[in-house]
């Protein structure tokens, strides 16, 4: 009832902004009228939670859409935990929108949808047909293109507007032919006629394809993630931050309503391909993330990392269920859905975040800020509780996920399958990578835009931003340390979502207090509270004992920098020089990065050029490629005839590598 | 109680012998180079004297820059407190399995490169950089070697690791022995030594870690030299709990237990502090990209001690 | 006191280095820590052969170690290095694929080579097929050495290394007869001694050891 009324009152504000279109206050009270009623929207997701999940999902029929077709809605304990999850991201964008909605360009553009749009997601979580599903989903794919559109004069806008477009029918249209299948000749379009359905081996396969093709389109998964770096970005902050911690996050919901609640008897192979495609998507997401120079679509591409560490605990949580081991399974998902909110919220501060520097200096070009630390101090210390949390850096909630889905990967080859068994090494280590290179890339993001000396008159005459933004971004920097401090909080919430879609009882290791445990408790256990306890008693110790034992003089002096006293701020390392050497190293190999140096001769009065050139390999390859591929089968066809010795030789080690191969195979 | 106790004990001694083990690192290199050499004791002298210096801050440093040295120091100080080493009878012990502890040493990292970067200097920037980009790889090659391990050992804490190598269950594994370098391999590099990084140069174009804790001194450099003190002390102490844990004490040993606990403790870390004098004395840096070359190399192998698990039926 | 346990796992422990050296191969950039390298692997290889000879109580692999050690080890390192030194080869090894994933394609390789070793020696147990896995991924590496490195002397090296994962092989299996040994180290030691008159009439004929003149030569490459 609550739902209701607040879903119906989204669609009233978004007229109502259209009503009073050109008025000053509409922009504040329509965020400020989102904001309460996305608070109301997930409290009552989290009170359904505390109280224990649903015996009884309750479901709704309404007499709405097309007359011989009634709109089902249910509100189970996965929705319910969807709604929390996406909502008070929701809230804290509509909360900084009220001070920032009204300055961004295009503001009469923008305020009406963001209403609209938040009522599709809501919508798509509560649906319990593939009718209401699909357009719910339509409705918020279109409605967040025309947020990305808002800026219409800006043509980077229109390219990434265009490029959406395509990617979300293309997405939209997977669903549909997935939901298709799944309502089989009988045309059964409700869900819980679907969780009944028989479907063959074929078809059961499509399914999982289609879905895994429209929902990862929608989440970002390499290398459907094309549109993503390039439309989130180009909207206003505060809808960058919706559709970075909170669209993607639907987007993941619609994966696992498919996977673990419509289908239950995917097979293992379909989960060993997405936790391969997760760890494709961790590691080139950050890759591309670390090469950024532009800061929203750096967070962007680290959307697409985040996205694919969800979907490595997503593919192992299939591999486990298929194989019998349902408690594995379900810690795994555990650790998806703990990794699910955690993003949404981390991302969404670090892109109101952005969205407070744009106010502040005009700028997201990392080479043009610098400094902001001590320029705009809560926008700093939060933006770096945002970096330290995505980093996965202890006591903050990032870790507490990661490590639990690395702990679930851990148990991974108990599955006797040469596979996973090979496979799952090797996607650790990709996982790991992505990890490491997460902690660089935000130190890189972190230490260019808020440290060292201003790289522009703008970022030197940077002011903090208003109250109401800071606030924004405090509550979810506060809601991250929490998180991370009381993990148990956190996965005994969880607990009652996963524990009827695994349909088994979670071990109580993973919900006891202090110590967290994946399984038992021998296998390994972390307590971020004890940790943090320590540390302050350490703390405490250290300060006072070098207040017994040392002196307290300070003197500020001009930096030393080895004696070269300069004042030449470009002499600082800047955004590109800092990843150079994971460029000379990863990106020369995946981005075919070239840097060229033009230095004239002594004498000459030329300036000095340092060119580096890059190339999407995902872009060029794919998307731009297809038509070249073929012409170039064609030719290197016709080259067999004209190789060299070591080809030659090459060639024949290949065979023999691949007949060794499908040997191993048929023996299995 | 005792656990308590002796966890207390444990966090004085691993934060007092740290500077000792740099002390014999010290001395066996110059032995080796045809040099007396200072004391062992020099590098308490060299903290207390740090101490008692003032402390020199840019005019353009934030209060990131003032705070970094503290937390870098007691995060590291954390990561000793959790590592078991005399004994696996301590009571912060299950707060943090082997995940949690290269996670706290790369919160250190953190600070330690935005610090780098913080006070605006070219030189701040290039160490932020080169170390962030030799953690990228290093790290991952850890979570390897631990992968290796808990699939041997059924666990990652680090405890329950020396409790199944003490129980025999595990022979002259070859994954084992591969985990081992590997870890070698990736605690030279963490920990800055020869060849990747020297921690006693002060030559611009060859220094990691030097160039980012350029701008510190007094009471705050005092603080990072200590921390990377028992950084080192710490690697070794994880590579002898994790693969020689002989001797180590645990929850039903009484007395006895635990002075031959400590004796063989320290008889370990005095030995791989004089190995690594050793080592470092006879091989030469290497360029800062082939570090990229040494690292991956690191990181297949330990993707090897995982995969050789799957033949001799460990697992 | 030693156990069948310990017995098998110092084999394989000594097989690991054998292996170890494969990739250290595959990782060096200069030229004399290749043939190092190569000389570190053929001690190894001795040391395993000992081992089984001690192991085994089978004399002749006692042979067949010496002939490892003192063919391998010593006399041909040192020939390459003279050959180096004398034909003036360029110091660095040229590449045709960079260090990093040729790494990456060894372990590759060593996977597949135990996902084949596994369901084969089923019921032979862990220790022929960890003993098969290592002595395949050496064979292997040396041919992914061969191929991955333009320079002729590395590509002898590579070769060499093949057959260094052959012994390895067979010395783990019981019951070779040490003709079949002694035969082998014949035939490398006059493929080394062909190589060397190979290498100098190369030389000769076009002042360089990288193959690719050679296909140039032929007209192979414009």
């Known amino acids: ?668 | ?315 | 006191m030693l156990t069948a346990g310990f017995e098998y796992h110092t084999a394989h422990l000594i097989g690991a280095v054998v292996l170890m050296m494969g990739f250290t191969l595959l990782y060096q950039r200069r030229m004399s820590a290749v043939i190092r390298a190569y000389s570190w692997q053929a001690t190894a290889l001795a040391l395993a052969a000992a081992w089984q000879g001690f192991v085994q109580h089978a004399p002749h692999l006692y042979a067949t170690a010496a002939i490892a050690l003192l063919f391998k080890g010593v006399a041909v390192p040192l020939t390459l290095s003279w050959l180096v030194k004398r034909l003036g080869i360029h110091r660095t090894v040229e590449t045709a694929l960079g260090i990093g994933p040729t790494m990456i394609a060894g372990v590759g390789l060593v996977a597949l080579s135990i996902v084949l070793v596994l369901p084969v020696t089923s019921g032979a147990g862990a220790i022929t097929r960890e003993s098969l896995a290592i002595a395949m991924s050496v064979v292997l590496l040396g041919l992914l050495m061969m191929i991955t490195r333009r320079n002729a002397v590395t590509q002898v090296v590579g070769f060499m290394a093949l057959e260094n994962g052959l012994i390895l092989a067979a010395v783990g299996a019981k019951g070779m007869p040490l003709v079949v040994e002694i035969s082998i180290a014949f035939s490398v030691l006059v493929a080394m001694t062909l190589f060397g008159i190979f290498f100098f009439r190369i030389r000769e004929r076009f002042d360089t050891l990288d193959l690719a003149y050679l296909e140039t030569f032929r007209g192979e490459r414009q």
């Open chain 1, 1 to 668: 009832m609550i739902i209701g009324s607040a879903l119906g009152a989204f669609v009233a504000l978004g007229f109502l902004a259209i009503l009073f279109n050109g008025r000053h206050w509409i922009h504040s009270l329509t965020y400020g009228a989102c904001a309460a009623l996305c608070v109301i929207l997930a409290g009552d997701g989290l009170w359904h939670m505390v109280m224990g999940g649903h015996e009884a999902a309750p479901a709704i029929v309404l007499p709405i859409g097309i007359p011989w077709l009634k709109a089902h809605f249910r509100l189970d304990s996965l929705s319910t935990f969807f709604l929390m999850a996406i909502n008070s991201p929701a809230a804290l964008a509509s909360l900084f929108g009220i001070a920032y909605g009204g300055h961004v360009p295009e503001a009469r553009r923008v305020t009406p949808l963001f209403p609209l749009f938040l009522f599709a997601m809501n919508g798509v979580l509560l649906a319990d047909d593939a009718f209401v599903f699909l357009v719910s989903w339509e409705f918020m794919s279109l409605s967040s293109w025309l947020l990305v559109l808002s800026d219409h004069t800006n043509a980077e806008a229109r390219r990434a507007g265009l490029v959406y477009l395509v990617m979300a029918v293309f997405g939209t249209f997977c669903l549909l032919a997935a939901f298709g299948l799944l309502a089989g000749h009988a045309g059964a379009y409700g869900f819980a006629a679907m969780r009944t359905a028989h479907l063959g081996p074929w078809a059961g396969g499509l399914v999982v394809a289609l879905a895994l093709l429209g929902a990862g389109s929608k989440a970002g998964m390499v290398p459907l993630h094309a549109w993503l770096p390039l439309a989130h970005p180009a909207a206003p902050s505060h809808v960058s931050a919706l559709m970075s911690g909170v669209m993607t996050k639907v987007a993941i919901y619609g994966l696992i309503r498919i996977l673990f609640d419509l289908r239950s008897d995917v097979g293992w192979g379909w989960g060993f391909f997405i936790m391969v495609m997760g760890a494709l998507t961790a590691v080139l997401g950050v890759l591309y993330a670390l090469f950024q120079r532009d800061l929203k679509t750096l967070l962007a591409y680290s959307t697409v990392e985040n996205v694919g560490i969800i979907l490595i605990a997503l593919g192992l949580a299939v591999a486990f269920r298929d194989h019998g081991a349902a408690t594995l399974s379900a810690v795994a998902l555990l650790a998806a859905l703990y990794h699910v909110i955690n993003h949404s919220l981390f991302k969404t501060l670090l892109f109101l975040g952005s969205g407070a520097i744009l106010t502040a200096t005009g700028e997201r070009r990392l080479d043009r800020l610098g400094g902001l630390l001590n320029r705009m101090p809560v926008t700093g210390l939060t933006f770096l509780v945002g970096a330290a949390a995505i980093s996965a850096l202890p006591p903050l909630n990032g870790f507490v996920s990661e490590w639990l889905i690395f702990q679930s990967l851990f148990h991974a080859p108990t599955i006797p399958h040469w596979a996973m068994r090979f496979g799952v090494p090797v996607v650790g280590v990709a996982m790991a990578l992505a990890a490491a290179f997460a902690g660089t890339c935000f130190v890189r993001a972190f230490g260019i835009v808020f440290l060292g000396r201003p790289r522009s008159p703008e970022a030197r005459h940077a002011a903090e931003v208003p109250f109401v933004m800071q606030a924004a971004m405090a509550i979810p920097a506060v809601a991250c340390l929490c998180l991370g401090v009381f993990p148990v909080m956190a996965t005994s919430g969880i607990a009652t979502v996963v524990e009827p879609l695994a349909k088994v009882q979670l071990p109580t290791a993973l919900l006891g207090w202090p110590w967290l445990s994946p399984i038992s408790p021998t296998d390994g256990s972390y307590s971020a509270t004890m940790l943090l306890l320590t540390f302050i008693g350490l703390m405490l110790t250290t300060v006072i004992a070098l207040r017994l034992f040392g002196t307290r003089r300070v003197r500020p002096a001009p930096a030393w920098d080895c004696g070269h006293q300069e004042d030449i701020v470009n002499a600082q390392y800047s955004a590109d020089s800092f990843s150079q050497p994971l460029r000379r190293v990863f990106g020369s190999v995946v981005f075919n990065a070239q840097e060229r140096v033009d230095m004239p001769t002594p004498g000459d009065l030329r300036p000095a050029r340092f060119e580096l050139r890059m190339t999407d390999p995902i872009w060029d390859g794919l998307y731009m490629g297809i038509l070249r591929v073929v012409n170039a089968i064609a030719d290197r066809v016709n080259r067999l005839q004209f190789l060299t010795v070591r080809r030659y030789l090459f060639l024949m080690f290949t065979t023999l590598v691949v007949l060794l191969l499908i040997v191993a195979i048929r023996q299995q």
């Open chain 2, 1 to 315: 109680m005792t656990a308590l106790l002796l966890g207390i004990i444990h966090t004085w001694l691993v934060v007092g012998l740290a500077p000792m083990v740099t002390g014999i690192v010290r001395l066996t290199k110059a032995r080796l180079q045809g040099r007396r050499g200072a004391s062992v004791l020099q590098p308490y002298r060299d903290l207390w004297r740090l101490l008692h210096k003032e402390t020199v801050i840019a005019e353009s440093a934030t209060w990131l820059f003032r705070i970094t040295p503290y937390l870098v120091f007691v995060c590291v100080a954390l990561a000793g407190t959790i590592m078991p080493t005399y004994t696996t009878n301590m009571l912060m012990t299950p707060a943090a399995d082997l995940i949690a502890l290269v996670a706290l040493l790369a919160t250190a990292r953190f600070f330690t490169a935005l610090a780098g970067l913080d006070v605006g200097t070219a030189f701040g920037g290039l160490g932020a950089s080169r170390e962030m980009f030799i953690a990228s790889i290093a790290e991952p090659g850890i979570l390897t070697v631990i992968f290796s391990l808990s699939l041997l050992a059924h666990t990652t804490a680090p405890a329950n690791i020396a409790a199944f190598v003490l129980s025999g269950h595990v022979g002259l594994e070859v994954s084992a022995g591969l985990a081992l370098g590997v870890l070698v391999m990736i605690a030279i590099a963490e920990n800055g030594r020869i060849p990747i990084d020297n921690p006693a140069t002060h030559l611009e174009l060859t220094m990691v870690h030097e160039a980012m804790v350029l701008e510190y001194s007094g009471r705050h450099l005092a603080l990072l030299e200590a921390a990377g003190m028992i950084r080192l002390q710490l690697f070794m102490s994880i590579i002898s709990c994790l693969f020689f844990p002989w001797g180590m004490a645990t929850v039903s040993s009484g007395a006895g237990g635990l002075v031959l606990g400590l004796a063989a403790w320290l008889a370990k870390v005095g030995a791989m502090s004089v190995a690594l004098g050793v080592f470092e004395t006879s091989i030469a840096k290497m360029r800062v990209f082939r570090v990229a070359d040494y690292l991956g190399g690191a990181l297949l192998l330990a993707l090897l001690a995982t995969i050789f698990l799957y033949v001799s039926e460990a697992v």
